[in-house]
């Protein structure tokens, strides 16, 4: 039997956010397909990741570095894209053309294209483990859409580009990632709570530091039940109640997070998600953030709330 989606589950996540709306320039996402995966291959033909200029043998300027994964919203990257290059959104860019960012901003704009062609998605926030060969589990975001086939899958476009998939020895299928190889947030808080995974798997190894452990992790599961209520934030945006390190960690601070985790697994009981958003002030974002990214940060900003966006 074909999997059901309630319809008021189905509204709230084909509807687009302040974050995945394209706003004035939905003119532009007129000719789009309807098939998720050819979605997937524009959005990699959209964008590159900050670190990928080596493999994409582009030298990324500073300035695209520093500014384009600090962009939020949906319509100003299509600015920025468009601006570089206003041809259709289906057309690939040369890499000099493309907007330079993270995981997030090309699962955020693959989510933006399904919700305009009436396909439920969804940001989700987690680790994956095929950037590497040693099991290690990257912080990653991908989309998540709902197949009336088989229900609720989970998508990657960063690993629509044979380029990137070959040089990671990657075969995964980018719309049909399986989940035990993206972990979602709250899985892998569980595991560690339970004493059967190693907060030292889990974050981002970057060159002269690490960021790993409870505190990080932690702060993943915050995303995700963000992103799950349509509040898509910067990976780097911080609010609410968080330890300085894992040391600092209370058991208050420890149960806050069972609670987020119970809610926000591969299975999201939506009722308790939107509650739990609505009703918890330590992690429910505000309108005012803390954005502390690497260029830019730490900075405090306004976010935009759907009264004021058009």
Known sequence: MSPALISSIGEFYVSQS????????????????????????IVRNLMIHRVEGPLFGYDIPLDRLRDDAETRYIDDILRLILGRDPAPLGQARPVEHRFVGVCRDMALLLCSFLRHHGVPARVRSGFADYWGDDGFCWDHMVCEYWSPRRGWLLADPQLADLRVTEKFGVSLDPMDVPR????????????????????????????GQ????????????????????????????????????????????HRLYDRAAKVTGDDVPFEQVRALFDECDELRTPRTVLCAGEFHGPVTVTLRTPDRYA
């Open 18 to 41: 302040v974050y995945t709306s394209p706003g004035a320039l939905v003119g532009h996402y007129a000719e789009l397909p309807e098939d998720p995966a050819e979605m997937a291959r």
């Open 180 to 207: 035990d190889r993206f972990v979602v947030a709250a899985k892998a808080w569980r595991a560690i709570r339970a004493g059967t995974a190693d907060p030292a798997n889990y974050g981002l190894r970057l060159p």
């Open 210 to 253: 690490s960021l790993i452990g409870v505190r990080f992790i932690a702060g993943n599961v915050r995303l995700d039940l963000a992103a799950l209520n349509k509040v898509e934030t910067l990976l780097w945006d911080v609010w609410g109640r968080r330890a300085e390190n894992d040391e600092a960690m209370t058991e208050a601070d």
